[in-house]
């Protein structure tokens, strides 16, 4: 009886260290195969480091970061990428030659820049679609910005001092 009990308990242990082993596998290949994605890696890169200048109230050289739409419509001097090619986007150039952001700012860290890169290179992949997102964009942004999602501050009282 209580050998058999031992047996069945050593064999649910190998089946618990399998399972394991296989669970810890795939987590390994899911994030083997996931892509870097716009919404969840570029953007908030983008926003933080470049949103000042390029978003809704500014738009320097005509150029705004928060969407696919927009990244593609481009600036002045055109679609501010080329899907798949990062040396020849200028959003990239302007990165690499030291130009942006402007020197007086903060600057984008190295794995920043080569997640950008390895983003374009791999065909700048986007959950919204490149047309028409802006809506959807402006939406998720405002989202962000929510008062409930934002920390906890202080208010600031008005005419109640004595
Ligand atoms: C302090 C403001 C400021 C910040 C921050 C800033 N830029 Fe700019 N950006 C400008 C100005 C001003 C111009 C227009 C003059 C020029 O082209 O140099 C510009 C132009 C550009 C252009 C050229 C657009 C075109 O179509 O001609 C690109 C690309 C660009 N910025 C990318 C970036 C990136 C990427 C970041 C963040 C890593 C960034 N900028 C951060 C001010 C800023």
Redesign the pocket.
């Known amino acids: 009886m209580t050998n058999s009990k031992s047996i069945t308990n050593r064999l649910v242990l190998i089946l618990l260290g399998m399972l394991s082993c296989v669970s810890s596998d795939t987590v390994v290949a899911d994030r083997e195969v996931s892509p870097v994605v716009f919404e969840e890696h570029v953007r908030p890169?983008?926003l933080a480091?470049?949103?000042?200048?390029?978003s809704d109230e500014?738009r320097?050289?005509?150029?705004d970061?928060r969407s696919m739409a927009a990244l593609m419509r481009?600036?002045?001097?055109?679609p501010?990428l080329v899907k798949g090619r990062a040396d020849q986007s200028?959003?990239?150039?302007?990165?690499d030659a030291g130009?942006?952001?402007?020197a007086?700012?903060p600057a984008?860290t190295s794995s920043e820049i080569e997640l950008i890169r390895a983003w374009i290179d791999a065909g700048a992949v986007a959950n919204e679609s490149d047309v028409n997102s802006d809506e959807w964009s402006r939406r998720l942004v405002e989202g962000e910005q929510y008062w409930a999602f934002q920390p906890l501050q202080r208010r600031q009282q008005s005419g109640t001092s004595d």
């Not at 481009?74 to 055109?78: A, E, H, K, T, V």
Request: charged share 20%; net charge negative.
């Open positions: 890169v983008l480091k470049c949103g000042n200048c390029h500014v320097e050289a005509n150029l970061f481009g600036g002045d001097s055109g501010a200028v959003l990239l150039e302007r990165i130009e942006m952001p402007p007086d700012q984008l």
